[in-house]
């Protein structure tokens, strides 16, 4: 069975950093795509970050040059390092994979991030 399992969040000042981790029950080479998206409340959950299975990267304007997605194969894992974080950056981060096998997406049980100004 597939898992995403997110961690790292928590809380920080603005201008400050975090690193999101999300660990795969599975090779991520198996994803054909794995991203991050978050949720602030009262929000619809939007489009963070993501990669390709060949490494083709994306960014969401709001967090362009703010926020870097990478992989560790090795370790099955999907990072979002978070750099110069605003309030407006606080909400449920969730991790999501694409299997190149088939259309169902997974997604993990989220990590929250909480920015305070």
């Known amino acids: 069975q597939v898992q995403l399992v997110e961690s790292g969040g928590g809380l920080v000042q603005q201008e400050g950093s975090l690193r999101l981790s999300c660990v795969a029950s599975v090779s991520i080479l198996d994803f054909n795509i794995l991203g991050w998206y978050r949720q602030a409340p009262g929000e619809q959950r939007e489009y963070v970050a993501g990669v390709t299975v060949g490494g083709n990267l994306a960014y969401a304007d709001s967090v362009n040059g703010r926020f870097i997605i990478s992989r560790d194969y090795i370790k099955n894992t999907l990072f979002l390092q978070m750099n110069n974080l605003k309030p407006e950056d606080t909400a449920v981060y969730y991790c999501?994979?694409?299997?190149?096998?088939?259309?169902?997406?997974?997604w993990g049980q989220g990590t929250q991030v909480t920015v305070s100004s």
């Open positions: 999501n994979g694409l299997l190149r096998t088939g259309p169902t997406e997974y």
